[in-house]
């Protein structure tokens, strides 16, 4: 990110590719939602356990047809941006640093059979298989927005559930203050490896609060199938009010520690990027401000950038977690 410029201008537009099957899910779904019958237990709500993990093809969507939590702030009513940019505009750097190299490279990726591991101070550490975390709670779709730090941002329906439901079951111990999430570092796998851009393995790190906060998300897919490669399979998190490489991908460690962890782009380059990284539009980058935005799908060389809002437009259910906090400092 300190070493490349968004190169958003030769960004190739799509025309919108989302498949028919899922674009109508989701209508049927916002306009329940806009009925206010998401939350009014009309129609099925959570999706039971497997149903989700089983399901293949266009079952994968049927399965999750309706699915919600009612969490505040899950539904974005944006036009989420089409599955084609969502899946070929990527920051996964174990995959090379071009924008376009994940969908490429990422292809290697083996996604099963795949564990993460759950370490530190808890009274519960567990080797988690795929499928057992697949199975560990109700899957619901989320669209959030996504806002990259490097001032481009994506609207994603995901897939997945609060990580909070993961953290309960795994018991932190009263020392437990921070979560730090850990990449899979794999050379025979991972082209980007081979650079020096960052240390690998790839680690980000998160509050304890803010991890068990509901709209933390332990994503398995988006738009309604399973995670693409490029975008973090087979799991990884998603934080939606902090900028995007707070959203570790294909997550293979958790560990529970007492002391605040340092991320790999804090290592890389601390006076640019801090722990916290919420998105705030009163806090710039050194190198640019982030006022602003250029939303991923608008049109092309001409569309007008967008503004930036505090906490990514999640303000009302995060801003707590940080009262009291000089936003400047902990940025
Ligand atoms: N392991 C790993 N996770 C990562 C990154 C990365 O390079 N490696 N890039 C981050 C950045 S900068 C962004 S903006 C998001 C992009 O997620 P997406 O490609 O699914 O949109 O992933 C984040 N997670
Ligand atoms: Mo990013």
Not at 20 to 26: K, L, N, P
Not at 43 to 50: E, F, K, S
Not at 230 to 253: D, E, T
């Amino acid at each position: 990110m300190h070493l490349l410029k968004d190169r958003g201008f030769i960004h190739r537009t799509t025309s919108d590719i989302t498949p028919r099957a899922v674009y109508q899910s989701r209508r049927e779904w916002l306009q329940r939602a806009a009925l206010g019958l998401a939350g009014a237990g009309i129609g099925p709500a959570l999706v039971p356990a497997t149903a989700w993990a089983q399901a293949a093809g266009p079952g994968k969507l049927a399965a999750l047809r309706g699915a919600r939590s009612g969490v505040a702030g899950a539904l974005v009513m944006d036009k989420p941006t089409p599955y084609d940019d969502v899946t070929s505009y990527n920051n996964f750097y174990e995959f090379g640093t071009d924008k376009h190299d994940p969908a490429q490279t990422a292809q290697r990726l083996k996604p099963r059979p795949w564990t993460v591991s759950i370490e530190g101070e808890v009274k519960k550490p567990k080797v988690y298989d795929l499928d057992e975390l697949l199975k560990l709670a109700p899957m619901e779709e989320r669209i959030y927005r996504l806002r990259c730090v490097e001032g481009w941002s994506m609207v994603i329906p995901w897939v997945g559930y609060s990580l909070a439901e993961l953290i309960k079951r795994v018991e932190p111990a009263g020392n437990a203050k921070f979560v730090q999430f850990t990449t899979l570092a794999d050379k025979a796998q991972m082209p980007g490896l081979r650079s020096g851009v960052l240390d690998w393995p790839y680690t980000e790190g998160l509050r304890l609060d803010e991890a068990m906060h509901p709209l933390a998300l332990l994503t398995f897919g988006l738009y309604g199938e399973v995670l693409p490669n490029q975008n973090g399979a087979p799991v990884r998190i998603v934080l939606p009010w902090k900028y995007g490489f707070k959203s570790a991908k294909s997550i293979v460690k958790i560990r529970f520690v007492e002391k605040q962890p340092v991320s790999s782009w804090e290592r890389a380059n601390p006076s640019e990027y801090g722990f916290y990284s919420n998105v705030n539009p009163q806090v710039d980058h050194p190198r640019w401000s982030q006022a602003t935005e250029r939303r991923i799908g608008d049109d092309g060389l001409f569309a007008k950038r967008r503004q930036t809002l505090m906490f990514n437009g999640y303000e009302a259910q995060v801003g707590q977690l940080y009262a009291g906090m000089d936003l400047k400092k902990q940025f």
